[in-house]
């Protein structure tokens, strides 16, 4: 079955079996590796993705549902790793393996690109959303908050 739509602002067919996830075809078919697999089941958040601007996790995610949308995947956020948000987890060194990493860019960068300027209180309830099997909440809080309180993501 193929499946037509934007992904990182350029048009992209894959040809998957019909029950094909989003992840898999990402992972699989277009080699953007980024995008982590984990927990399989949509409740650790290291596979988000954006579609059409809005955080999803793609593990359960119908690749057939993407049809004429815009995906965006970590590879696509920025062209040099160079996204506020990404700099600042540089800066704070708020990854530590890393495996959520992109769940954790991905998901915070939808929040701000809808309220630039979040409270602490709205960081933490939004980004409940991604585990971090490290513990680098802290860090990813700091990081956050760095980047809340420039008010400038993109």
């Known amino acids: ?31 953007l590796t980024g995008t982590k697999y984990s927990c399989g089941i949509g409740v650790c958040g290291a596979c988000i993705v954006h579609i059409d601007g809005v955080s999803v996790m793609s593990c359960g995610f ?9 995906v965006t995947t970590i590879e696509g956020l ?8 990404q700099k600042a987890f540089q800066e704070t060194q708020a990854p530590q393996c890393g495996y959520c990493f992109s769940g954790q860019v991905m998901h915070a960068a ?14 933490v309830e939004h980004m409940d959303a991604v585990l971090c099997r490290c513990g680098a909440y802290p860090d990813i ?7 809340a309180k420039g008010g400038q993501v993109s």
């Open 78 to 85: 920025s062209q040099n790793n160079d996204h506020p948000i």
């Open 1 to 31: 079955m193929k499946t037509s739509f934007m992904l990182n602002g350029t048009q992209t067919t894959v040809d998957a079996p019909e029950d094909a996830t989003l992840l898999w075809a990402i992972r699989e078919r277009l080699k």
């Open 141 to 147: 809080l700091s990081a956050l908050k760095k980047v």
């Open 62 to 70: 119908p690749l057939a549902a993407v049809e004429g949308r815009a």
């Open 110 to 123: 939808a929040l701000m690109n809808d309220n630039p300027r979040p409270s602490e209180a709205e960081i």
